[in-house]
């Protein structure tokens, strides 16, 4: 199922740095960065609450936020996009080189 991440982490201080940079580290691991704060992560129903949880243990909930938004398997149709960014099909079989 396609997840969409996105979240707004304050970083005033040196320990809401170090909590952006884990944030997203964890969001790496698990999708593609398609804007600053904003994943999709191509996941099954235990990737997404393995991801949920490690992410929940990195953000502080009275200064940090976290939203996920269930796209689902037909996500592609719901997805529409304009501008620069180029995407890539996490369905699909990726050729690292």
Do not use: H
Request: charge should be positive; glycine fraction near 6%; include cysteine.
């Amino acid at each position: 199922m396609m997840i969409l991440v996105t979240y707004d982490v304050n970083t005033t201080d040196e320990s809401g740095r170090r909590r952006l940079r884990r944030v997203a580290k964890i969001c790496v691991n698990f999708g593609q960065r398609v804007q600053n704060s904003v994943f999709e992560c191509s996941v099954d129903p235990a990737q997404y609450v393995e991801m949920k949880g490690l992410l929940r243990k990195e953000i502080d909930l009275k200064k940090d936020s976290l939203r996920f938004y269930r796209l689902g398997k037909n996500w592609q149709p719901r997805v529409e996009m304009m501008g620069k960014n180029e995407t890539y099909d996490p369905d699909r079989d990726l050729l690292l080189i």
